[in-house]
């Protein structure tokens, strides 16, 4: 009587264990799933979806792109004179405009300059553009003659004592 007691208390606790096995075997499933899902699909629970990617502020640069204020060509800061469009057309497309600017060369150096684009940065023929955008450059940049400071003048010079 007292080992039948013990045999069905013994089976209790192992249904108990069981049962336990098997839900943390559904409960693990269950998030096992989730988790693979939210792999494959992780905007799932992002329920805020993501606007900025209208067109609207493209077209308002866009728009702006030429705008030109105290004759400074605003999205480039090139000098607006004949030669500009050229030059913004040719000179802007790989690297910055301000490179082109913090230059300052005679025409032979900027032939040269151009050239060293050609054969080594993939540079197209400019054509008769070359010409025009080199008097550009020259013309409203020219090189600085000196290459020093002016000397001082009308200097009120005190006496060291
Ligand atoms: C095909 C691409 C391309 C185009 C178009 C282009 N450049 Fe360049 N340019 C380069 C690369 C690449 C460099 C090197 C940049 C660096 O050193 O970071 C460079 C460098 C320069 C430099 C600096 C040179 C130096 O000695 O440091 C100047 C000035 C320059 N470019 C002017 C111009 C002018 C003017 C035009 C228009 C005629 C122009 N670029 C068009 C690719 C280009």
């Not at 098997?22 to 799932?44: H, R």
């Amino acid at each position: 009587m007292k080992e039948d007691t013990n045999k069905s208390n013994l089976k209790k606790e192992f249904e108990k264990v069981y049962r336990l096995a098997i839900l943390t075997i559904v409960i693990v499933a269950i998030f096992g799933l989730i988790i693979g899902y939210l792999i494959i699909n992780p905007q799932f629970f992002d329920f805020k979806k993501d606007d900025s990617t209208t067109e609207l502020p493209e077209i308002a640069i866009e728009e702006d792109f030429d705008k030109i204020e105290n004759g400074i060509h605003v999205s480039t800061g090139f000098v607006d004179a004949p030669g500009m469009k050229e030059t913004i057309q040719n000179c802007t497309n790989c690297h910055s405009s301000k490179l082109v600017l913090q230059n300052r060369m005679t025409a032979e150096r900027w032939k040269a300059t151009i050239r060293w684009m050609q054969e080594t940065q993939n540079l197209w023929d400019l054509g008769a553009n070359e010409d025009i955008i080199i008097d550009y450059l020259t013309t409203n940049y020219p090189p600085k003659e000196k290459g020093r400071r002016a000397a001082l003048t009308d200097i009120d010079w005190y006496e060291l004592k």
